[in-house]
Antibody, heavy 119, light 107 residues
Framework: EVQLVQSGAEVKKPGESLKISCKGS????????IGWVRQMPGKGLEWMGI????????RYSPSFQGQVTISADKSINTAYLQWSSLKASDTAMYYC????????????WGQGTLVTVSS | DIQMTQSPSTLSASVGDRVTITCRAS??????LAWYQQKAGKAPKLLIY???SLESGVPSRFSGSGSGTEFTLTISSLQPDDFATYYC?????????FGGGTKVEIK
C-alpha cells in the first residue's frame, strides 16, 4: 500500500527556521517525483515545487522559488520542505503528494502538516 | 502561468441530484486536467485524470469531460459522502495550477 506520512504540526515564531518531512512507503521511492502543495487557511491549493528523489532534480514554482527549499534523502525514503526564516504568511497546511508515473497529476497525498507562524 | 477558473464557487444540492462543475483554462491544455475531492480537514483525493479517466476505486457516478479550455466534472447522483470541495488542476505546463475550488453543500 502506497503511503506518504508527514511530520506533525509545528508552531513557530517569525524568523525561525523549519524543516518538515514526508516519508514514502509501499513503492519505489526513488522512481516517482514528490511534490509539495500549500493550502492557506480557508483557501485553495497551490503547487510549490517538486523533486525526483532518484537524483534530487528539483523544480520550483516561480511563486515559491527562493522562499523554500525542497530536498530528499533517498536512503530513508523521505522528502523535505524547509524555510530559513518563517513569516506569518507561511501559516498554512502543507501537503506532500506523489506524482503519477510519466505524468504530472498527483495520485497519492500525505495527510498534511499544519505550520503556524505567530509571535 | 495558466489560470484555472472554476464555477460555481459554491453549489447547494440534494442527495440524488445531478451536479456539474465547470473548469476553464486561460489557454489550451489539451486533456491534461485532473479533478480532486477534498473533505474538510483531509488531504485531496484524485478522482479523474486526463480529463475523463476515472481513477481506480472512484465510484462510477463521477465522470469528467472536455478538452482544450473547457472541462466539466459531473456527479450523476449526489450521495451523502460527496459533500466536499472539488478542485481542477492543469498539468499541461509548469507551474501546475489549480482552480479555486467548488464547495458542494447540502441544500
Amino acid at each position: 500500500e502506497v503511503q506518504l506520512v508527514q511530520s506533525g504540526a509545528e508552531v513557530k515564531k517569525p524568523g525561525e527556521s523549519l524543516k518538515i518531512s514526508c516519508k514514502g512507503s509501499g513503492y519505489s521511492f526513488t522512481s516517482y517525483w514528490i511534490g509539495w502543495v500549500r493550502q492557506m487557511p480557508g483557501k485553495g491549493l497551490e503547487w510549490m515545487g517538486i523533486i525526483y528523489p532518484g537524483d534530487s532534480d528539483t523544480r520550483y514554482s516561480p511563486s515559491f522559488q527562493g522562499q523554500v527549499t525542497i530536498s530528499a534523502d533517498k536512503s530513508i525514503n523521505t522528502a523535505y520542505l524547509q524555510w530559513s526564516s518563517l513569516k506569518a504568511s507561511d501559516t498554512a497546511m502543507y501537503y506532500c503528494a506523489r506524482r503519477a508515473e510519466t505524468t504530472e497529476y498527483f495520485d497519492y497525498w500525505g495527510q498534511g502538516t499544519l505550520v503556524t507562524v505567530s509571535s | 502561468d495558466i489560470q484555472m477558473t472554476q464555477s460555481p464557487s459554491t453549489l447547494s444540492a440534494s442527495v440524488g441530484d445531478r451536479v456539474t462543475i465547470t473548469c476553464r483554462a486561460s489557454q489550451s491544455i489539451s486533456s491534461w486536467l485532473a479533478w480532486y475531492q477534498q473533505k474538510a480537514g483531509k488531504a485531496p483525493k484524485l478522482l479523474i485524470y486526463k480529463a475523463s479517466s476515472l481513477e481506480s476505486g472512484v465510484p462510477s457516478r463521477f465522470s469528467g469531460s472536455g478538452s482544450g479550455t473547457e472541462f466539466t466534472l459531473t456527479i450523476s447522483s449526489l450521495q451523502p459522502d460527496d459533500f466536499a470541495t472539488y478542485y481542477c488542476q492543469q498539468y499541461n505546463s509548469v507551474p501546475l495550477t489549480f482552480g479555486g475550488g467548488t464547495k458542494v453543500e447540502i441544500k
